[in-house]
């Protein structure tokens, strides 16, 4: 397979991509033991190369190893500098950057040692948008999954670990294996709960509304940013739980993440949504999201950080 970038940070050194491997006794292999994040980097109009909210994934990742009793063997700001250095090493302009945390070959057993270090590898590549430019300009169709996500007090889902996205996987192929762009999973108490890898938004009559931290999803730092900015325009807001029909009724659908970006779902189980394309407050959002790269959105939050200068 092509590489997709030159060098890995792996454990403290910068190597190359293709020596960046592991052993097949890797714990994380086994049993889904490792935490990681999603970030983009985008190329800005005012500041150049920039990490969007590096502090904050970064902050997640640690927040995803604590549940989990997990130390990963770094600081935060060296984490964070270590993402800033693998951009600048790869030379890339715009980056997908992925850290991961886990445990490595440290034997069979599942309850690790106190204190267990994990390996950190973070890896920085060009990626485009996770569901296609088309999707971006003209919505998917979603389909609601057979599959519910993780039941609270299961596994917790505001964690970011590997395991969990054995869930994302089944959720994500039913939903292409049915012709859909995205699969929508319910919680177990069958309101909304996200998509394979996305947060989700619905509107109607001008209100915006997300599901709720309870309806056991991963509090995702696209939705963070999108309540803020909406917020910050004056619109209304609310977190509250989804029904399935909801959606089907509702004038605008959308979907967000770091790797989706804000995607529009045009239909949900094959019921057209609104108008069945890009909604009004849809576009807004993502003129104001795309606007913090172009330019054209004020960063008030400081959630700029710049990888050259
Ligand atoms: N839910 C799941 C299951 C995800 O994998 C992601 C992507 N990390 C999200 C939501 C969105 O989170 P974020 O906006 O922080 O990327």
């Known amino acids: 397979a092509k590489q997709p970038a030159e060098f890995i940070w792996f454990n403290g050194n910068i190597i190359p991509w293709k020596d960046a491997t592991v052993h097949v006794m890797t714990h994380a292999i086994h049993y889904g033991s490792s935490v990681f994040e999603g970030v983009r980097a985008y190329n800005t ?177 696209t939705r963070d940013t999108v309540m803020t900015l909406l917020r910050d325009k004056g619109y209304e807001v609310r977190e509250e739980n989804i029904a399935r029909e909801a959606m089907y009724l509702a004038d605008e659908v959308f979907m967000c993440g770091t790797a989706a970006e804000v995607t529009p779902v045009r239909s949900v189980d094959g019921i057209q949504v609104g108008a069945g394309g890009r909604g009004p407050i849809t576009q807004d959002v993502q003129e104001m999201f795309f606007g913090l790269f172009n330019g054209t959105t004020e960063d008030k939050w400081n959630w700029l950080t710049p990888v050259y200068q």
């Open 45 to 221: 109009t005012d500041k150049g190369t920039c990490v969007f909210r590096l502090n904050e994934h970064n902050q997640r990742l640690f927040d995803s190893a604590k549940i989990y009793r997990m130390t990963i063997p770094y600081t935060l700001e060296q984490v964070n500098n270590a993402t800033l250095d693998i951009i600048r090493k790869n030379n890339l302009k715009s980056a997908y950057i992925r850290p991961i945390a886990y445990y490595g070959d440290i034997g069979m057993g599942l309850a690790v040692p106190f204190g267990q270090e994990t390996e950190l590898t973070i890896a920085a590549f060009e990626w485009g948008a996770y569901l296609g430019e088309e999707a971006l300009q003209n919505g998917v169709d979603a389909g609601i999954s057979s599959w519910n996500r993780l039941a609270a007090n299961t596994m917790p889902t505001g964690a970011k670990a590997g395991g969990n996205y054995l869930s994302s996987q089944l959720i994500s192929m039913e939903a292409r294996r049915h012709g859909y762009g995205e699969g929508i999973a319910l919680d177990r108490n069958g309101f909304i709960s996200e998509g394979a890898g996305e947060n989700i938004f619905i509107i109607r009559n001008g209100v915006v509304t997300t599901t709720p931290k309870t309806a056991a999803i991963l509090p995702g730092i």
